[in-house]
T-cell receptor, first 114, second 115 residues
Framework: DQQVKQNSPSLSVQEGRISILNCDYT??????FLWYKKYPAEGPTFLIS?????DKNEDGRFTVFLNKSAKHLSLHIVPSQPGDSAVYFC?????????????FGTGTRLKVLA | GAGVSQSPSNKVTEKGKDVELRCDPI?????LYWYRQSLGQGLEFLIY????????KSGLPSDRFSAERTGGSVSTLTIQRTQQEDSAVYLC?????????????FGSGTRLTVV
């Protein structure tokens, strides 16, 4: 049972345009969400987080939007750069779960075309 | 150290053998996590340490898997009697304290291949 879903395995975007990566979750108890970026042969790198008390969090070119009613979050990258080409994972957790583990999606491979 | 260090980076083992994977977290980080990523899958949680104790080991797939952490630092993940389905990239991560708002720092992983 996949509690965190990234339904698009891949996405291609032109340099300078917006990249939108989507993530859906099924567990309404999730209240913390993270996005990670992963390059080949490296570990994932933390990008940005959001908690359920907010619907938007911004950090430079990266913005995460959370729609709790739809159980959906998205990561916007503006403008996209070739160095953004990587696999992006969303992850979710629940503060009331008694643990600090995150449930990860299967990732979306972003390719930014120069 | 500057980052999370994992060794070996690659391990090929025969089915039925035992393997040990090592993780050196960032100095001072009290929380340590093990995940694995099988081909085409997301990251799968295995176990979480706070100091030397493991409050959550719910992700360990079977009793062939065990992990320990000593001195609040180095952790070892041991897989006994390896099976082909154990083939995956095993990732270790650490954080200064457990905190939902900040991600962990991951190591580069150990790619385990069971033949």
């Amino acid at each position: 049972d996949q509690q965190v879903k990234q339904n698009s395995p891949s996405l291609s975007v032109q340099e300078g345009r917006i990249s939108i990566l989507n993530c859906d979750y099924t567990n309404s108890m999730f209240d913390y969400f993270l996005w990670y970026k992963k390059y080949p042969a490296e570990g994932p790198t933390f990008l940005i987080s959001i908690s359920s008390i907010k619907d938007k969090n911004e950090d430079g070119r990266f913005t995460v939007f959370l729609n709790k009613s739809a159980k959906h979050l998205s990561l916007h990258i503006v403008p996209s750069q070739p160095g953004d080409s990587a696999v992006y994972f969303c992850a979710a957790s629940s503060k009331n779960s008694g643990t600090y583990k995150y449930i990860f999606g299967t990732g979306t491979r972003l390719k930014v075309l120069a | 150290g500057a980052g999370v260090s994992q060794s070996p980076s690659n391990k090929v083992t025969e089915k039925g053998k035992d393997v040990e994977l090592r993780c050196d977290p960032i100095s001072g980080h009290t929380a340590l996590y093990w995940y694995r990523q099988s081909l085409g899958q997301g990251l799968e949680f295995l176990i979480y340490f706070q100091g030397n104790s493991a409050p959550d080991k719910s992700g360990l797939p079977s009793d062939r898997f065990s992990a320990e952490r000593t001195g609040g630092s180095v952790s070892t993940l041991t897989i006994q009697r390896t099976q082909q389905e154990d083939s995956a990239v095993y990732l270790c991560a650490s954080s200064l304290i457990p905190d939902f708002n900040y991600g962990y720092t991951f190591g580069s992983g150990t790619r385990l291949t069971v033949v």
